[in-house]
């Protein structure tokens, strides 16, 4: 059986045989009896400890930390512990077991070792030297013991700390225990991204990088995390001492200890402007791609009536009869009032309205039908507007009629120009897991459907099933802009033959945004 280093301490001073300590070891003794001093400077030879005979004026912290052991009368050993609790508290290594000398009386031990426990020991003097030797040797082995472990501890705190100081991404922890979670630590890296030192947001809550740009979503998701203890990433918007903005994607862990209460929560963050400028780059540049498809089929849809318009004005001019020309100048008004219609809905493609408006979804329907009305009728699809919920959604117009044109323009696209049917339906519906009421916007058709690989891909950036027609952007876009409204793009295909065909259904609150 493994013995205790206790009883390994016992079994040698038993048979005499005390091991060797690693270094030459000493020991500092500041004691004032004559008597007792000669009994410690006999007992620190037996363990072979050098004596270091000190005054109180010699007892500077760095003469302390070069003994193993100090004994010292109780005063003086009190103000050694003070003297030395500072290394302790920022941990800079291990101090001297400090053992305190008391007057000899029947419970001198008993009483000191309640009521004091910032020493390693108490030893009441006079004594005859074996029972010192034991207590102090006793003393000596679990300091040595605990001085093994405590620099192992230290050594691996040290490595953590090189560890979070050197990684690029900023670490924040907060204390969960206390109220609004004031920072308690940061890296470097934090300091480097955020500008602030550690000095000036120690204490605070994380929420002064946000200054004063409250109005985001995420913030939301953030306190309803820590609220609720998860985990959650969620990019902010946040501004560096200097006032400068950047994009900070932060991912929050709760910590918990061993009884599972929460203690901390960590933050890691990164700088992600890059990024997030990237994507609104690419976002531009597709609706400018969704424009410029659109602009040949508006050519188109423009041609046909113009074309009818200058052959009712020849038509018109030739005749000799009043009542003719009036026929004619008539159905030429007719065709015009069409090209109107159509520039007037191309033109909502371009507008950028800031603010998020109530407009009818039928009406959105609509104005992107209005669009295809040649291309639908050249390819053969027949068209089926069904429901016309009048209801209106606030929403940011010009991205829902983008959102409704890819979906459109998708759909006739799936049909290949071999002709089919395309429905479009508007209702009011409820959305099932938050109850919200809205309108479900219902695009299908009856082309070639979707392969498995392209459902589960679809709404990433990129991909494309168009080959070099397409940007592969689309629908990333749709979805990140029907999220953006607290909506829902949900889809079904199918490429069963003689059955195929694709249900988009999108889902809009009657008020996904505040106007
Ligand atoms: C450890 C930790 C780190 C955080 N880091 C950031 C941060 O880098 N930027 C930020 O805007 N908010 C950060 N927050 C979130 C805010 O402190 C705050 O919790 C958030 O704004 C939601 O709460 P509020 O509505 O009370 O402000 C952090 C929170 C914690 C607990």
């Not at 009896?33 to 004596?51: K, S």
């Not at 609720?228 to 950047?246: C, H, M, P, Q, Y």
């Not at 020309?325 to 159509?342: G, N």
Request: aromatic share 6%; with cysteine.
């Amino acid at each position: 059986m493994k013995r205790s280093f206790i009883e390994e301490f016992e079994q040698s001073l038993h048979t005499g045989n005390l091991p060797e300590p690693d270094i030459k070891a000493c020991i500092g003794i500041l004691v004032q009896d004559a008597t007792n001093r000669r009994l410690i400077e006999g007992v620190a030879v037996q363990l072979e400890l050098q004596p270091i005979f000190l005054t109180a004026n010699q007892a500077t912290p760095e003469a302390l930390i070069q003994c193993e052991l100090i004994v010292a009368d109780e005063p003086d050993a009190r103000s050694i512990r003070t003297l030395l609790s500072q290394r302790e508290e920022t941990g800079e290594g291990v101090n001297p077991a400090v053992v305190a000398v008391v007057p000899r009386t029947p419970d001198s031990v008993y009483s000191y070792d309640k009521s004091e426990l910032s020493f390693d020991g108490i030893l009441p003097l006079p004594q005859t030297p074996a029972p010192v030797v034991a207590q102090l040797g006793l003393i000596l082995y679990s300091h040595r013991a605990f001085a093994r472990r405590y620099q192992d501890a230290l050594e691996e705190l040290s490595l953590n700390r090189r560890i979070f100081r050197s990684v690029t991404s900023g670490i924040s922890v907060a204390d969960a225990t206390r109220s609004d979670l004031p920072l308690i630590y940061v890296n470097p890296a934090f300091e480097v991204m955020t500008g602030y030192s550690f000095e000036e947001v120690q204490g605070r809550n994380c929420r002064f990088l946000q200054n004063g740009e409250r109005d985001q979503a995420a913030i939301t998701l953030i306190r309803e995390a820590l609220r609720d203890g998860r985990e959650t990433v969620a990019v902010l918007k946040n501004f560096r001492k200097d006032g400068s903005a950047f994009w900070n994607e932060l991912s929050l862990s709760p910590i918990r200890n061993r009884d599972g209460a929460l203690t901390h929560f960590v933050g890691i963050q990164n700088d992600v402007t890059a990024r997030v400028e990237f994507e609104a780059a690419l976002r531009e540049s597709e609706k400018l791609a969704a424009v410029g498809r659109l602009a040949s089929s508006i050519a188109h849809e423009i041609n046909n009536p113009l074309e009818s318009v200058m052959n009712l004005l020849y038509l018109a001019e030739r005749s000799d009869a009043v009542v003719d020309s009036r026929t004619y100048l008539q159905m030429a008004d007719r065709e015009l009032q069409r090209v109107k219609l159509i520039t007037s809905q191309s033109l909502r493609f371009y507008k950028q309205s800031t603010r998020p408006q109530a407009i009818a979804c039928t009406e959105l329907a609509d104005s992107v039908l209005d669009l295809y009305h040649s291309k639908l009728q050249n390819s053969r699809v027949a068209v089926e507007r069904r429901g016309r919920s009048a209801q209106s959604i606030v929403c940011m117009e010009s991205e829902i009629r983008q959102v409704l044109n890819n979906l459109v323009g998708n759909a006739v696209d799936a049909m290949h120009g071999q002709g089919g049917k395309l429905l479009v339906r508007t209702r009011e519906a409820t959305e099932w897991r938050s109850g919200e009421r809205g309108v479900a916007i219902t695009v299908a058709d009856t082309g070639s459907g979707m392969a498995p690989e392209t459902l589960r891909s679809m709404y990433k950036a990129f991909y494309t099933t168009k080959g070099i027609g397409g940007t592969g952007l689309g629908l990333w876009i749709s979805s990140e802009i029907v999220a953006r409204h607290r909506g829902r793009l949900i889809v079904r295909s199918s490429q069963r033959p003689g059955a195929s065909g694709t249900v988009f259904q999108l889902f809009l609150p009657f008020q996904g945004l505040t106007p």
